[in-house]
């Protein structure tokens, strides 16, 4: 081998050790790609999901020089909030850059934290329609009542009972038979009249106190059955009674990503039947040189069905994934809060727990 | 008759305190904090933000009944923490991150609204 063969072979070789090199060690600070996608993904696939835990831990990637720890400049560039619909009932919004444990904590104070006024004791005095009593109970407690719940207070056990913390409602009808016409056979929300009490009166003068649906049925009277009861309402949260909730539904969903194969498209044919086997119409078809390519169109609207990765060979070439920081929020009100107050009470509800949680922090003392 | 009270699961009763700390004697930085009268909506949340600091080696919680409304939480740091300014900073870090969504949250309705108001007029 002459010197100068010597020295092509070891200038191939340095050059194809360092092409090795820089193709496997990731930028400083950054996680190679394909652990990039694992962390931020989750992969759907035909069997069931995977990587579906969060590696949001600050040591998880220490050993490839990634700080993942906490900081709140960095939590506040990448946190994103954006409403996508409101209504006075309804809000859509998405949340990006948070974690599971966070939105779900969201949804359970949306569901069971947020105080309301709702029906807790009721008197009757005569019953002789068909449903018994407890059942009636039942339903008036169900009724939403609209009142700003801030405005009245929690009642403490053993205190006598005051106009601040209680909202009596009176109920008295009579089914009768007036000619022809039978008169009140259904007893509606709107037959419970609000009883002032104390300073409630002028409080309330401007948008007086009653139910947030007037045409809710009760129960049902027959000619000669009446019903005489008065209900007093109480403040409390969803935990106690599922009538306390201020929302009909509080959900999260995570956003559905899907990525097609560019080096095995759907062409013309196959195309066309994957478009037709998605029923949220998430594909349509476009242009391609001489050939229809298909192409995602909605991926917001996805479902999860899987229909895409079923047939064939596509569960390989129809990458379906979810974005694990990405939470479309629903949350409709039952009228007692705007839509728009919702979350803020919640947030404001939590706060509170955690500073009322550091303040017993600080009187902890060593049990041993 | 066998149910109990649905107040039980947050009215905290008299002389019962909410935070109790007991430390590890085995090992060195350890505790065990119990939390009366929460569950895993603070629990898991308390757990995530306190795998986010780089000086906690260890952090998990756990219900360990069902019917009793308790989380348990263990923290063991490095030397140069202890895991009561562990738990305190965890919670110090989550409020701040709540008052920042609240924040961006306001922003957003108001100018949601105004894009509303904009639309109709």
């Known amino acids: 081998e002459t010197g100068y063969q010597r020295r092509v072979r070891e200038l191939c070789v340095r050059t194809t050790h360092s092409r090795h090199l820089t193709t496997t060690m990731p930028k400083k600070g950054k996680l190679p790609a394909h652990i990039e996608e694992k962390k931020t993904r989750v992969h ?18 220490k050993s490839l020089g990634v700080d993942q720890s ?12 954006n409403v996508l619909s409101l209504s006075d009932d309804e809000i859509c919004f998405e949340m990006i850059g948070i974690d599971a444990p966070l939105a779900n904590a969201f949804r359970r104070i949306l569901l069971c934290e947020i105080p ?57 009808v009579k089914c009768e038979k007036k000619g022809d ?52 309402c109480h403040k409390g949260i969803g935990k106690e009674h599922a009538k306390w909730s201020p929302v009909g539904t509080a959900s999260y969903r995570i956003l559905p990503e899907i990525i097609l194969n560019e080096k095995k498209p759907f062409l013309d044919e196959e195309a066309k039947k994957l478009v037709k086997v998605c029923p949220m119409g998430v594909f349509d078809i ?49 009228g007692v809060y705007l839509a728009s107050e919702l979350l803020t009470e919640a947030l404001k509800i939590f706060i509170n727990k955690c500073q009322n949680l550091q303040e017993h922090l600080k009187s902890a003392s060593n049990t041993d | ?23 590890d004697t085995k090992i060195q930085n350890a505790a065990l904090f119990t939390v009366q009268k929460e569950d895993h909506t603070v629990g898991n949340l308390i757990r995530m933000q306190l795998h986010r600091d780089p000086e ?46 609240e924040d961006k949250f306001k922003r957003e309705i108001a100018r949601k609204q105004h894009e509303g108001a904009m639309h109709d007029m």
Not at chain 1, 297 to 317: L, N
Not at chain 2, 11 to 23: A, I, R, W
């Open chain 1, 286 to 334: 476009e242009d391609f040189g001489a050939h229809k390519k298909a192409f995602v169109k909605a991926p917001r609207s996805c479902t999860m069905c899987r229909e895409c990765i079923r047939h064939d060979d596509w569960g390989q070439r129809v990458n379906l994934r979810r974005v694990k920081d990405h939470f479309i929020f629903t949350v409709e009100s039952t």
């Open chain 1, 44 to 61: 759907v696939q035909e069997a069931s999901p995977a990587y579906a835990t969060s590696w949001t831990s600050s040591s998880t990637f």
């Open chain 1, 116 to 172: 309301t006024m709702a029906i807790e004791k009721v008197y009757i005095e005569y019953n002789t329609g068909v449903l018994h009593e407890e059942m009636i109970a039942h339903r008036l407690g169900l009724i939403p009542i609209k009142v700003d719940p801030r405005e009245f207070e929690f009642h403490e056990p053993n205190e006598p009972f005051t106009d601040i913390d209680t909202i009596v409602f009176d109920l008295d």
């Open chain 1, 181 to 232: 016409e039978i008169v009140h056979s259904k007893v509606y929300s709107s037959d419970l009249v609000w009883q002032p009490q104390g300073a409630q009166q002028e409080k309330f003068e401007s948008n007086p106190i009653q139910p947030v649906h007037k045409n809710i049925i009760l129960t049902q009277l027959r000619p000669g059955q009446t019903i005489k009861l008065s209900a007093h």
């Open chain 1, 70 to 81: 906490f900081k709140l400049k960095t939590f506040k560039k990448d946190f994103q909030l």
């Open chain 2, 1 to 23: 008759m066998n149910l109990p009270d649905k107040f039980d699961l947050f009215v905290l009763p008299e002389g019962v305190k909410k935070v109790e700390l007991q430390k």
């Open chain 2, 56 to 101: 906690v080696l260890f952090a998990g919680y756990r219900m360990p009944h069902p019917l009793e409304h308790k989380i348990v939480v263990k923290v063991q740091t490095t030397p140069n923490s202890e895991p009561k300014r562990a738990f305190n900073k965890a919670l110090t870090e989550l409020i701040s991150e709540l008052s920042m969504i």
